[in-house]
């Protein structure tokens, strides 16, 4: 099958891969194939192959911001996993390679008594996947911590300082150059070790309490925009508990949809559009969804309801 002949045998490839398994919120189809790369190399040629075949791919942290298509995904995703997830200090920066967890950052800079990746430790994400996004909490972004970045096209590695990241809310230069993120350097300041672990404590705990934790999901559902946030409109529309197919709107905080157990994207989907069109109709806002849709090109939009996007 013409899959299967398209990457060395080296690269670690997982065929017709369960994206439910992929993705924090459990649901989605089956993908083509997952190509985990072990180095910079090797994902220059992967990404060489897809492109000199047209053939789609997707990028892929750890999931916690994707609604993968029931239907699947004909293409190849490229998921920096755990081949490429060392971190060390180069000078006096901390690299940590794209596939390492934001806990495993936050772990190391506690370990050397480094405050600034506190918050870090209270998002499911991988180091690529919150540069991407800008990933933030509690009054920090990535934007705050990152000095450079390195990442892959079919041509080669490219540098990025901060200043080219074009950082935005829950956006990077990452979210239309197609590019790769391997690396990232990132600048924390010495504290003190115990203190750096209650503060980490504290934040855990903080969300704990504030998030639906015990129940898969992805997270913030909309953007947040200017003026009223968009948790506090759905819940004053008495929207807390809604619930279509295993899709749920949380009864904890209606800012974040749930899976409660059997819940298909389609369920979101239509959540996600209830939810959005009944806003915009009382509030005249048009939400705008965080979450990145994975699916095949006659799927794409499938988060483009009349609301808006
Ligand atoms: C319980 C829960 C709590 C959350 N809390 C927060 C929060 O407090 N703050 C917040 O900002 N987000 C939060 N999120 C959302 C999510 O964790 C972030 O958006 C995170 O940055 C996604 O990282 P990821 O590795 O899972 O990326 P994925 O979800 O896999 O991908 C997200 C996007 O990044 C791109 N991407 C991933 N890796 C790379 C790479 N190596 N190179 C280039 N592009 C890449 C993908 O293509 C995709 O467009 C939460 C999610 C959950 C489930």
Redesign the pocket.
């Known amino acids: 099958m013409f899959y299967e002949d398209l990457f060395d045998d080296e690269v670690e490839m997982i065929f017709d891969a369960d994206l439910n398994t992929l993705t924090?919120?459990k649901t989605g189809g089956k993908a083509k194939v997952v190509v985990s790369p072990n180095s910079s190399e090797q994902l220059i040629k992967i990404i060489r192959i897809v492109k000199q075949n047209k053939i789609p791919f997707?990028?892929?942290?750890?999931?916690?911001?994707?609604l993968a298509s029931d239907k699947g995904f004909n293409g190849v995703i490229i998921k920096?996993g755990r081949f490429l997830s060392q971190i060390f200090f180069e000078k006096d920066l901390i690299a940590a390679e794209?596939g390492a967890t934001t806990a495993m950052l936050a772990n190391f800079a506690m370990q050397y008594g480094l405050t600034g990746a506190e918050f870090l430790s209270?998002?499911?994400?991988?180091v690529?996947?919150?540069?991407?996004?800008n990933?933030?909490?509690f009054g920090y972004t990535v934007k705050d911590k990152v000095q450079k970045v390195i990442?892959a096209d079919e041509n080669g590695e490219h540098v990025f300082y901060a200043n080219q990241l074009m950082f935005g809310y829950?956006t990077s230069i990452?979210?239309n150059n197609g590019?790769?993120?391997i690396r990232a350097y990132f600048k924390f300041e010495q504290s003190d070790k115990e203190k750096v672990e209650e503060v980490m404590a504290k934040l855990k705990s903080l969300?704990r309490n504030l998030?639906p934790?015990d129940f898969p999901?992805?997270?913030?559902v909309f953007k947040r925009h200017e003026g009223i946030s968009p948790a506090i409109m759905i819940d004053k529309l008495g929207f807390k508990g809604l619930t279509v197919g295993g899709a749920k709107v949380s009864e904890k905080h209606a800012g974040f949809f749930v899976n409660t157990g059997k819940a298909t994207t389609e369920d979101f989907l239509t959540l996600i559009n209830i939810v959005g069109s009944k806003v915009y109709e009382v509030y005249g806002v048009k939400l705008k969804t965080?979450v990145?849709y994975l699916g095949d090109t006659d799927d794409l939009g499938r988060l483009s309801y009349s609301y808006g996007v």
């Open positions: 924090t919120v997707f990028i892929l942290g750890n999931g916690s911001n994707v920096p794209a209270t998002i499911p994400a991988t690529g996947g919150a540069v991407a996004m990933a933030g909490c990442a829950r990452f979210e590019m790769v993120i969300k998030q934790l999901s992805f997270g913030s965080e990145k």
